[in-house]
């Protein structure tokens, strides 16, 4: 069974960093792209960051470029957002998900960004 | 990097067709046939329902189906259930992605 866990959310000051994770079991994780998507509280779907199977493409929405990071370490099976310089604005739940096409997500992890 | 253009609701009677249109550009959803559909249900994560314009997943059920034509893609769902009723979002997806802003479906 495919399982994404997302983990690292919490709430943290405006400037301030916080590092996801996404836990990966059930398939072969090296085979497929990921990508983070966030949703505000109340809004629609924001797509955030995509990594090619070998971490060798990463994509970013312009509102993150230069603050997140997207990584993976296909030894752990694990997807990574490093985020920094965090605004107000990123207050959102954040979900990995698997393949471009998006098949399968977890279930979410909360960032709050306030002081 | 602009979101696509959905409708904000759209309503059906039980039993009833809907469609729900996602219009982008030549630069995405017109590029190319990587347009998936997602629904989801309050407080809970999204669900891919159709890929690449048409493909249905294992499981989803028929009643669902994807098109497209030019920029703009479409999702219709046929003989509508209480338990559609559900936002929908589109994307499209190639490196990057886009998602439209989502549809609330209210089944009346």
């Known amino acids: 069974e495919v399982q994404l866990v997302e983990s690292g959310g919490g709430l943290v000051q405006p400037g301030g960093s916080l590092r996801l994770s996404c836990a990966a079991s059930g398939f072969t994780f090296s085979s497929y792209w990921m990508s983070w998507v966030r949703q505000a509280p109340g809004k629609g779907l924001e797509w955030v960051a995509n990594i090619k199977q070998d971490g060798s493409e990463k994509y970013y929405v312009d509102s993150v470029k230069g603050r997140f990071t997207i990584s993976r370490d296909n030894a752990k099976n694990s997807l990574y957002l490093q985020m920094n310089s965090l605004r107000a604005e990123d207050t959102a739940v954040y979900y990995c998900?698997?393949?471009?096409?998006?098949?399968?997500w977890g279930q979410g992890t909360l960032v709050t960004v306030s002081s | 990097q602009s979101a696509l253009t959905q409708p904000a609701s759209v309503s059906g009677s039980p039993g009833q067709s809907i469609t729900i249109s996602c219009t982008g550009t030549?630069?995405?959803?017109?590029?190319?046939?990587?347009v998936s559909w997602y629904q989801q249900h309050p407080g809970k994560a999204p669900k891919l329902m159709i890929y690449e314009v048409s493909k249905r997943p294992s499981g989803v059920s028929n009643r669902f189906s994807g098109s497209k034509s030019g920029n703009t893609a479409s999702l219709t769902i046929s003989g509508l259930q209480a338990e559609d009723e559900a936002d929908y979002y589109c994307c499209s997806y190639a490196g990057s992605k886009v998602f439209g802003g989502g549809t609330k479906l209210t089944v009346l």
């Open positions: 998900a698997r393949a471009l096409r998006g098949d399968y």
């Open positions: 030549s630069s995405d959803v017109g590029s190319y046939n990587l």
